[in-house]
């Protein structure tokens, strides 16, 4: 008898549709002019992580953006550290996203959300799962473990679904989605997401006098902010302008992870991920690396749980 049956919960698979459409959008905008000549380029890129190409136009035309493009001083000053002594940073996000932002291109299309928010995810973290900083912040979206569990992110000694991608995801947005709602910016929403929805409420009605603002009242209020929430939009505006554009920054080497494919099991309570792995036909490295929010080489003891498993992983005999 096997620890885990499959069917129960559907197959995760690679985006289709307007997702499909939408992160070609976020991650090689409206087609460039060299590129209009060599639509060959374009596909290549979209194959490597797992998208539809984004459609070719008669006209050049600057990338795409759902969010604000402003500029600042301090958006020039990230991009110039991108490309030099953070340049080994920023090639590592931007060839993680592959694996992961097809999943969060995914959620945000559901919830009509910029597509662009991809890039908060990316100078959160890094889009590593596992990042964990000075402030006990965990995961993607980098969840301390009090804002983690007011949306729904179980954490126990089993696991830290901070550390879960698709579970923080889904938090994560649904945060945002509060903020922006109660900030009408999505400035000020991200500030707010980095250093606390009152510090910025207070701010923006002693400056303003008002509950709501704009983009532009990120930048009336900056002096304002704590350091790293003044570098917060500026870093995320840096890493689109280069992930939008890579080659024009002098990014075009770029080696995109594969998108994250899957399928889902339902396990008993305390099954052994080695238990797991040999019914699956996969390695313990292979379940830990799709379940990063597990603690244990087991599952957690006091109910089943979903786990993921390779994808066409098949029940051993």
């Not at 903020?179 to 009408?184: A, P, S, T």
């Amino acid at each position: 008898m096997t620890n885990f049956s499959f069917g129960t919960v559907g197959r995760r698979v690679r985006l289709a549709g307007a997702a499909s459409l939408a992160l070609a959008a976020v991650l090689l905008g409206v087609v460039r002019g060299h590129q209009a000549s060599h639509p060959e380029t374009i596909a290549a890129v979209a194959a490597q992580i797992g998208i539809a190409a984004a459609p070719v136009l008669e006209t050049p035309a600057a990338p795409l953006w759902d969010l604000p493009n402003l500029d600042h001083q301090r958006v020039d000053y990230w991009v110039k550290r991108f490309q030099t002594d953070r340049r080994t940073d920023i090639v590592t996000y931007l060839e993680r996203m592959g694996r992961y932002a097809p999943l969060i291109s995914e959620a945000l299309a559901e919830r009509e959300m910029p597509q662009d928010l991809v890039y908060l995810a990316m100078i959160e973290s890094g889009f590593d799962p596992k990042a964990y900083s000075g402030a006990r912040a965990s995961g993607i979206w980098q969840f301390i473990s009090e804002t983690g569990q007011r949306y729904g992110l179980d954490i126990n000694k089993a696991v830290d679904e901070r550390n879960d991608p698709v579970k923080a995801t889904d938090a994560a947005l649904r945060y945002l989605g509060d903020l922006h709602e109660r900030f009408g910016s999505w400035y000020l929403a991200a500030a707010a997401y980095n250093t606390g929805e009152n510090r910025v409420a207070r701010i923006l009605r002693e400056e303003t006098g008002r509950k709501q603002g704009t983009d532009e009242d990120y930048y009336a209020i900056w002096n304002r902010l704590p350091k790293e929430t003044r570098d917060y939009v500026p870093l995320m505006v840096a890493a689109a302008r280069i992930g939008k554009d890579p080659e024009a920054y002098g990014f075009d080497a770029l080696e995109r992870h594969e998108p994250w494919t899957f399928e889902e099991v339902v396990a008993k309570p305390a099954t052994t991920l080695k238990s797991l792995a040999l019914q699956a036909g996969a390695t313990v490295k292979e379940l830990k690396d799709l379940n990063p929010h597990l603690k244990l080489e087991r599952t957690r003891n006091d109910e089943p749980m979903v786990v993921r498993v390779p994808a066409e992983a098949t029940v051993a005999d």
